[in-house]
């Protein structure tokens, strides 16, 4: 998952500074020695982990740190700070044209996931802006490539202008721009040709490709878990091409984050996009602060109601606050959760946007198995409807053959129908809690999908 080593490093060195109630400047120097070690071994450039290092230090020891009443917690805020001002402080959104249409250039090295990010581009700026998009194949070179936008195209149900490829990809891009403005176009997304390294012809192609477009943005694919040589195709791409921000490809399975945490510094571009998976929705504005708050355990709550705004029916939510207050949540009503839940991607990713989730004891390194979810639906799906709005009646020939229906055990069928029965138990303490006062709350339901 996207910066899991780091995190737990960066999580465990700040929690030892945390709890005391006052700090020396040989704690601040033991504890930033760990950092750096951290930052090192998660791949981020040198020079931007001693750039790093040298500013929190010297804000630490600062008077106001050291005389505070909550000096460590006042060295996280610090240390959250610089991350976000190392990942380019506010997010940096699409800069879109005055006039129509918009005009995005995709660049980068073959393998980088540049064809699948048009697209992934192209849905979130349909889905979130109301954009009408054309897609243009202007990569004339690798096998497959026209097929495989396309194929994208159709998927999404969005037009894609291609000549094939004996047609030279500044030709190409010159009659995408007039097709677009006949049919209305609002936005323009050229997906250029790829390269296994940076050379000359590659640069020059996209040079004359950059001149006759004139884009509104100049996108750099790079693929996160190649760490530093992300960083030096960024840099050697700006600084032969010019780019105007920095899309981070499979950021969900990079462990190290040495990339996201150093181009920023090195080519002085923005990130303005992150992959965090393969499904087409699957791309997100990069907001530094957000992400500075993933890493630091603090989870990222406006990530999260992004989320369910986009995934969750509003309808729903609504019937469901009512059969809350009324205590009449079924099992179908889970169920239904459940697969808006899965919409908002990885259930490890979501539970890491709660805030305090890294605290709570058994879950600060869980690994959530997403496979365990598929088995609960099954179980759900083989009860009759009467089972699921009365749970109570399933004795146990009716799990055995619940079990034998969902290709699962009894054991299973009866640890899904006792955490039910604890979940309704919890809600009945929600529903009370104003009328009680606060209460400490367990979390049952949750401990079946970790491993």
Known sequence: MAFEGLAQRLQGTLQKITGKGKISEADVKEMMREVRFALIEADVNLKVVKEF?????????????????????????????????????????????????????????????????????????RKRHNKNPLLVAADVYRPAAIQQLETLGKQLTMPVFELGTEVSPVEIVRQALEKAEADHNDVVIIDTAGRLHVDEQLMQELKDIRELANPDEVFLVVDAMTGQDAVNVAKNFNETVGVTGVVLTKLDGDTRGGAALSIRSVTGKPIKFVGMGEKMDALEPFHPERMASRILGMGDVMTLIEKAQANVDEEKAKELEQKFRTQTFTLDDFLDQLQQVKKMGPLDEILKMMPGMNKIKGLENAKVDESQMGRVEAVIQSMTTAERTTPEMINASRRKRIAQGSGTSIQEVNRLLKQFDEMKKMIKQMTNMQQKGKKKMKMPGFDQFFK
């Open 53 to 125: 290092v040298k500013t929190v230090s010297e804000r630490s020891v600062g008077q106001d740190v050291m005389k505070s009443l909550t000096p460590g917690q006042q060295v996280v805020k610090i240390v959250k700070d610089e991350l976000t001002h190392l990942m380019g402080g506010e997010q940096n959104p699409i800069q879109f044209a005055r006039k129509a249409p918009t005009v995005i250039m995709m660049v980068g090295l073959q393998g980088a996931g540049k064809t699948t990010t048009t697209g992934k581009l192209a849905t979130v700026l």
